[in-house]
């Protein structure tokens, strides 16, 4: 027995020193980078099946074999044409896949709820000190289904087999995030009504107030701007412009500072409360940010205004709303844009009453916040 005791006890320790050690360690946790850039990319739809979303993360893939992420990451949720979604990190090796989601057709990429989980994935999987955020898909600036949210003809965001997202419905979903930037790598948000409603995500947004030809942005050439000490917007945006210009194509762009959305917000409330006619006669001869023959929702707004009376200061604080903008003379579709008077910011301009419910535009909250002034 003597022998045995101590035999059985070394046998004890034995066993639990084992147990410990194969016990799995979790993995640390990434520490924070200085900035993780989110491209959301919806490309189940003509874009996708073009292949220019494959295009665009061949140009991430260069850029970022060339030294652009700055000690940054860079994410794409891309969900392809007619494929499961996935959110990939571009590195200078490639895309590697970082999350599957699950192949669910009845789950779009334009519902809140994919939207709000992807936000999530982002912080998870890259956590940073602070995100910046590329849209990338079609989009038709604030306007609204006819019904709900989703409608197969129209679209304020995205086009996920024909679903669609409003801006407040984007709005909500988007509700408590904070980025150093957005950008709109998409057509027509360029307008007051849609940076408006999405102005307290982010102190700078850049975006195309008319039609953007569809190659996008050249990413290959712009990565490097959104990873700067300082996102630089204007330089990606005019960056894009000569892209565009250079091989004489249509583009008109510009950025927005929305730290002076207050200023500008009390400015245009001033002069609507003391405007007497709000639908003047000139209404359609305003510069058009929409192609001839389609209804437009969306005409220069200092063209518009300065129809509505607008004066120095008014235009003083829309100078320091958009700062920076450019456009050449031919839009996509024979639209027409006199450059002299480009403002590089989109507005509804309603004719008669009617239009104040066109669409839902009534649920913004330009309209709720600013229109309804005096009305």
Known sequence: MKYLFPLFFLLMFASCGDKDKDEPVAPPAPSPVSR??????????????SGLDAADISEMVTA???????????????????????MLEITPDGAKTVKEYPDDRT???VDPGRITEVMADMKELAPAKEYGLIMWS?????????GGNY????RAFGDDRGHHITLPTLADALKGEKFSFVYFDCCLMGNIETIYELRDLAPVMAAAPTELG????????????????EPDLEGAASTTWEWYSGRSRECQLAV??????????????TLL??????????????QRYIKPGEYCHSYDMADYYSLLGAGSDWHDALDRLVTWKAATPDGIGFLRIDTDRYCGLGSHAPRTSDDLTYRHYDDLAWYKDVVSAGL
């Open 36 to 49: 993780t850039v989110l491209v959301y990319m919806v490309a189940d739809n003509t874009l996708g099946s």
């Open 64 to 86: 970022t074999a060339k030294g652009e992420l700055n000690g940054g990451r860079l994410l794409v949720y891309r969900d392809a044409y007619n494929a499961a979604p996935l």
């Open 107 to 109: 789950v779009y990429s």
């Open 138 to 146: 079609h989009a038709n600036g604030w306007i609204g289904s006819p």
């Open 151 to 154: 409608d197969n003809r129209y």
């Open 214 to 229: 569809i190659e996008g942005m050249p990413y290959d050439e712009t990565l490097g701007y959104f990873f700067m000490p």
């Open 256 to 269: 927005y500072d929305l730290t002076a959305m207050p200023h500008f917000v009390e400015a245009t409330r």
């Open 273 to 286: 409360a003391g405007t007497a006619n709000r639908y003047p006669e000139g209404i359609t001869d305003l």
